[in-house]
């Protein structure tokens, strides 16, 4: 059984930043590919970050160069630091773990830019 568990978020005001933590537990292959989506009320889950057990990263365009994941293999724990945060990044932030085709989420946590 695996377990994904994340902590960072909270309220951060504009062009402020935030990290993001998510910490996987159970049964994980070596080879995997770790992950951040979000989603904003009302509207449908989208990729921000992902990152492969041997470092390849992927970003959705609205997050390039602004937003960085980075992965501790050995802890089984993916980060995504986002800088310069807009109004729009307000959403619920889920981590993602992939094996082959087998797919985990967590449960989400909240990210807010207000002022």
């Known amino acids: 059984q695996v377990q994904l568990v994340e902590s960072g978020g909270g309220l951060v005001q504009p062009g402020g930043s935030l990290r993001l933590s998510c910490a996987a537990s159970g049964s994980i292959f070596s080879f995997n590919v770790m992950g951040w989506y979000r989603q904003a009320p009302g509207k449908q889950r989208e990729l921000v970050a992902t990152i492969t057990s041997d470092g390849r990263t992927n970003y959705a365009d609205s997050v390039k160069g602004l937003s960085t994941i980075s992965r501790d293999t050995a802890k089984n724990t993916v980060y995504l630091q986002m800088n310069s945060l807009k109004p729009e990044d307000t959403a619920v932030y889920y981590c993602?773990?992939?094996?082959?085709?087998?797919?985990?989420w967590g449960q989400g946590t909240q990210v807010t830019v207000s002022s």
């Open positions: 993602n773990l992939k094996v082959g085709s087998r797919v985990w």
